[in-house]
């Protein structure tokens, strides 16, 4: 059985671009959360979302990060206009159908975004 | 929100030397998670603990929920258990991991 897997692992963006991280959970899974940690740093919730919905989006920085989980394919979260202070590491996680906090989340790798 | 605090921050053992690691919580939680960082980056599940205690190879943890702390114990250390450990917890009605700031351990031969 497949764990989280995330891609790239590794991005270098200039400031100004895109990044897109991709996340496909855990076979069975339907729950896909984004943390991200930054340099020196613990890791932050950012968002949560279930197919073709966000559920919690509480974490998110306001301007320039969007989520989705379509109903075919992996998560995707995308920054636009990069700057440097987004350099940091991203991690997804998912987990099974189950009620509201009851149940373990299984991390990926992490895609480490590197601005210059 | 949630306050979650490890401790202790850092932490240095000669191989074999036990250790405990702790994490308090300032609300009860309903999902409490422990994790190592390893010095590539990657976090690894290692408990799933609401409450009670459970063992696994040389590691293993207790949670008391009633007064909101968990323990993470590390036998017989070996250079592979240096890292960061991470606990997390979900307040009641949340979806979210709230994560500590993390205990840093490094194992010196």
């Known amino acids: 059985n497949a764990g989280v897997m995330q891609n790239p692992r590794h991005l270098v963006r200039r400031r100004g671009q895109e990044a897109r991280l991709r996340c496909s959970p855990m076979?069975?899974?339907?729950?896909v959360y984004w943390y991200r940690q930054l340099p020196e740093e613990g890791l932050k919730f950012m968002v949560y979302l279930q197919k073709e919905n966000i559920i919690d989006e509480s974490g998110m920085p306001k301007e320039r990060f969007s989520a989705e989980f379509p109903k075919e394919g992996p998560s995707i979260l995308r920054i636009q206009q990069v700057v440097r202070g987004d350099s940091a590491a991203y991690f997804c996680a998912s987990s099974p159908i189950g009620t509201s906090g009851t149940y373990e989340q299984y991390f990926g790798p992490g895609t480490r975004l590197t601005v210059t | 929100g949630i306050q979650v605090e490890q401790s202790p921050p850092d932490l240095i053992l000669q191989e074999g030397a036990n250790s405990t690691l702790r994490c308090n919580f300032s609300?009860?939680?309903?999902?409490l998670q422990w994790f190592h960082q390893n010095p590539w980056g990657q976090l690894i599940n290692l408990f799933y603990i609401p409450s009670g205690t459970k063992q696994n190879g040389r590691l293993s943890a207790t949670t008391v929920a009633t007064e909101r702390y968990s323990l993470l114990y590390i036998s017989s250390s070996q250079t592979t258990d240096s890292g960061v450990y991470f606990c997390?917890?979900?307040?009641?009605?949340?979806?979210?991991?709230?994560f500590g700031k993390g205990n840093q351990v490094v194992v010196i031969p």
């Open positions: 609300d009860s939680v309903n999902n």
């Open positions: 076979k069975g899974h339907s729950h």
């Open positions: 997390a917890g979900v307040l009641y009605g949340n979806n979210r991991l709230a």
